[in-house]
Structures are given as C-alpha cells and as structure tokens.
Nanobody, 126 residues
C-alpha cells in the first residue's frame, strides 16, 4: 500500500491542524494505521495509532487530549486532528500501516509498520 500524508503547514501556538493520509494500491481497511513524527535532530517517535475498525486508539502521552486519530475506510484515509499545538509539536509527520494482527501493545512500535508515507511538515511558532 502506498501512503501520502498532507495537511502540514506553519501555524501559531494554540492553533489546530488536520493531517490526512491517503492510501492507494490497496484498501487499508485491514491495517492498523499509525502516525509518527520526527523533530529536527531527533529520532522518529510514535504519535498515535488506530485499529483496523477504528475501535481502538492509543496516543503518546505528549499529545493525549490534544490529538485525535480517526479513519474512514470507505475513503481509504486516516486523519490526525491536532489541537492546541505548541512549538514542541514541530516535526515531520508520517503515516504508516501495519498488519491487522498487530497486538494493541505493539501499536507504538514503529518497527512493526511496513508501509510509510513521505511525511508532511508541521511547524508551530510561539
């Protein structure tokens, strides 16, 4: 499956953004989908993930309560609604897909994801 993330941009602290991940090549309805980010000079980290049905989600502690991951399998898309952004959220955001047999406890493990999009840059100014 090919993934393409979009929706990034330059915003001010406190603003909101909605990232979108469009999938092509095959349906994502059987995949666990995740969002990861990589800040300048840092390693790529987990942000959020959602089960194939959308019934289970998990978030990194730093974004819990501010970000919401969702999916529309009919449109073959996954979204990341980001509210109350702060400068520490500045990063390139990547969407990724993993097999539906992934255990919930593994959702944060980027090594379990085998398809990645190209990333979209989010810059939050103070």
């Amino acid at each position: 499956v090919q993934l393409q993330a979009s929706g990034g941009g330059l915003v001010q602290a406190g603003d909101s953004l909605r990232l979108s991940c469009a999938a092509s090549g095959r349906t994502i309805s059987s995949y666990v989908m995740g969002w990861f980010h990589q800040a300048p000079g840092k390693e790529r980290d987990f942000v959020a993930a959602i089960s194939w049905s959308g019934g289970m989600t998990t978030y990194a502690g730093s974004v819990k309560g501010r970000f919401t991951i969702s999916r529309d399998n009919a449109k073959n898309r996954v979204y990341l609604q980001m509210n109350n952004l702060n400068p520490e959220d500045t990063a390139v955001y990547y969407c990724a897909a993993a097999g539906s047999d992934l255990y919930y406890s593994e959702y944060e493990n980027q090594l379990k994801y085998n398809s990645w999009g190209q990333g979209t840059l989010v810059t939050v100014s103070s």
